[in-house]
């Protein structure tokens, strides 16, 4: 089983209000990422992570931001939620060569913007 | 035209089926094929990978890749109530990014 940790595991929150969202791994992983999941969609990603200071937007247009001060951590920040950014969000870790982009996956942090 | 298309179901099976699950796409540069299973209110758990073409089998799951037709499926034997989720492809060509298909719901009715 991984190791790979999300929290909160569901938010609800208000309009305009800035959240946090965490996401931990114990495996050493140099990449992370973080993706967006609607029901019976695609995971879009919103961004991601070769190793330390090193971050990147994915494809979704996104008004969240990250940082990879260390290894193991790979928070994703909204500065001003709005209702549009309600979704489930999955965090992701791989590691760097063997069975290269197999992705590992956290158990989502699920956000109600009311 | 979406790189990866995967019917979204929902497939329903009685317990003990062969049941068989598909991706199509369009991308030949695709070497890496993955399939995860999600529950319901979970985050996706690798599967089955495979490298390039052919099959590979794990317990009663058999991963198959056909680069040709530019179709991966995943077949689950004897299927379990336990194997309700939804399964989604995904696809990598050797960088940073990873391609997943929407996913198929699948129900197996004891």
């Known amino acids: 089983e991984a190791d790979i940790y999300q929290t909160p595991r569901y938010l609800v929150i208000g309009t305009g209000k800035k959240i946090t969202l965490e996401c931990s791994q114990t495996m050493g992983h140099d990449k992370m990422y973080w993706y967006q999941q609607d029901p019976g969609m695609e995971l879009h990603l919103i961004h991601y992570?070769?190793?330390?200071?090193?971050?990147e937007k994915g494809d979704l247009s996104s008004e969240s931001t990250v940082s990879r001060i260390r290894t193991e951590h790979f928070p994703l920040t909204l500065e001003s939620a709005r209702p549009s950014h309600t979704s489930q969000y999955l965090c992701a870790s791989s590691e760097t060569g063997g069975a290269r982009e197999t992705q590992y996956f956290g158990p989502g942090t699920r956000l109600l913007v009311l | 035209q979406k790189e990866v298309e995967q019917d979204p179901g929902p497939l329903s099976v009685p317990e003990g089926a062969i049941v068989s699950l598909n991706c199509t796409y369009s991308n030949s540069a695709f070497q890496y094929f993955m399939w995860y299973r999600q529950y319901s209110r979970k985050g996706p758990e690798l599967l089955m990978y495979?490298?390039?073409?052919g099959n590979k089998e794990d317990g009663r799951f058999t991963a198959q890749v056909d680069k040709s037709s530019k179709y991966i499926s995943l077949f689950i034997r004897d299927s379990q109530p336990s194997d309700s989720a939804t399964y989604l492809c995904?696809?990598?060509?050797?960088?940073?990014?990873?391609?997943f298909g929407a996913g198929t719901r699948l129900f197996v009715k004891a």
């Open positions: 495979t490298y390039s073409s």
């Open positions: 992570s070769y190793g330390v200071n090193s971050t």
């Open positions: 995904a696809l990598n060509t050797g960088g940073f990014k990873t391609i």
